[in-house]
């Protein structure tokens, strides 16, 4: 079954950087668009960034873009989230999702604190 588990979140400080990962299982990862979404105490779930098959197509929240970068490496069924000039309102939990048309998944979220 697919399985998606992200890692990587945690404490940081206003202005500093943090790289999630997400590691999926149970489908030819390189066959499908991946995506990042957040959701903020209190708020919907948002898209954060997704990215193409090969990696090379990708697309950004406009309140994101420019401090963060989505990659993916087939090889390793991986992507990522490199976070950067972190601000307190990217305070969220962040998910990864796959979707292939009929099905939506999601993984468990890892919580993202931006704070001194």
């Known amino acids: 079954q697919v399985q998606l588990v992200e890692s990587g979140g945690g404490l940081v400080q206003p202005g500093g950087s943090l790289k999630l990962s997400c590691v999926a299982s149970?489908?030819?990862?390189?066959?499908?668009?991946m995506s990042w979404y957040r959701q903020a105490p209190g708020k919907e779930r948002e898209s954060v960034a997704h990215?193409?098959?090969?990696?090379?197509?990708?697309n950004y929240a406009g309140s994101v873009k420019g401090r963060f970068t989505i990659s993916r490496d087939n090889t390793k069924n991986t992507m990522y989230l490199q976070m950067t000039s972190l601000r307190p309102e990217d305070t969220a939990v962040y998910y990864c999702?796959?979707?292939?048309?009929?099905?939506?998944?999601w993984g468990q979220g890892t919580q993202i604190t931006v704070s001194s």
């Open positions: 990215i193409g098959w090969s990696g090379d197509a990708t």
């Open positions: 149970g489908f030819v990862f390189r066959d499908y668009v």
């Open positions: 999702m796959m979707t292939d048309g009929t099905n939506t998944y």
